[in-house]
């Protein structure tokens, strides 16, 4: 199997492990189980608590459920302005992540040449890491948030568990972690310039080897003078070069 034929079928597994990825975290944002609470000493009784980035919702045994949106933007702590912005900064990026992949693979031949592909391939698995490294951070933030208030023996409100969306979250950035970062190697390793690289180098010349001997003039005795062309009946020329030796000069009074 050729290498192009490898690199292609590598693109296209990278491509398909971050979509699914991506697909993982943008579920996770509509869905309200985040985290949940069940609060009750008799079953017929039991409240079931649970929230996410955006509301608070609660559900009895009977199966009748409420939700509340968070009345105030300005009012919420700072953490959760800081996790809703890293949730969309994750979605975003990995939808651009999915374009510039598409464009780049080899399979689509919609990029142009192959450096240009590989480069654009090269710039969605960055982009698919960036949006990887922004959901990782969203979900741990929130579980140690969660975890940490939850064994906390002074905290006195209620006490949440983790819901089934932060480990779904959790699965989605190791995709995009794991398959941007095969994108990015492979794609790298053929779209940018190696220059580590030990190929053959450029052979010295005039004008890139500036050495002592480039600028010696020629010994004293000896110069090279031009004699007057001869021509010959047939109307052709020639230039010849005559040398003539001369005494190097002793002293200055025999010059004189």
Request: hydrophobic content about 40%; some cysteine; overall charge positive.
């Amino acid at each position: 199997m050729e290498y192009r034929m490898v690199i292609m079928y590598v693109e296209i597994g990278c491509f398909v492990t971050c979509l699914c990825g991506w697909i993982l975290v943008c579920s996770t944002l509509p869905t309200e189980y985040w985290t949940f609470s069940e609060v009750g000493t008799v079953v017929m009784t039991t409240g079931n608590y649970y929230s996410n980035l955006w509301r608070d919702c609660v559900s009895d045994t009977t199966g009748v459920s409420d939700c509340k949106e968070y009345p105030s933007m300005l009012a919420l702590p700072v953490y959760l302005h800081a996790l809703r912005a890293l949730a969309i900064c994750a979605v975003i990026t990995g939808f651009f992540g999915g374009v510039l992949t598409l464009i780049g693979m080899k399979c689509t031949k919609i990029g142009g040449s192959e450096i240009i592909n590989s480069r654009v391939a090269f710039s969605g698995g960055i982009t698919y890491l960036v949006s990887g490294f922004c959901g990782m951070i969203t979900y741990s933030w929130w579980a140690n948030r969660v975890v940490t208030q939850f064994v906390d023996p002074n905290y006195m409100d209620q006490k949440f568990e983790l819901g089934a969306a932060v480990f779904i979250g959790w699965g989605g950035s190791i995709l995009l972690l794991s398959g941007g970062m095969v994108l990015t190697y492979f794609s790298g390793k053929e779209g940018l310039p190696s220059r580590l690289s030990k190929g053959p180098r450029r052979p010295a010349s005039y004008v890139t080897a500036r050495t002592r001997r480039t600028y010696m003039h020629p010994p004293p005795s000896s110069r090279v003078t031009l004699v007057p062309p001869l021509y010959y009946s047939d109307g052709r020329s020639q230039t010849t070069r005559g040398t003539t030796k001369t005494a190097p000069i002793q002293s200055w009074d025999t010059f004189v």
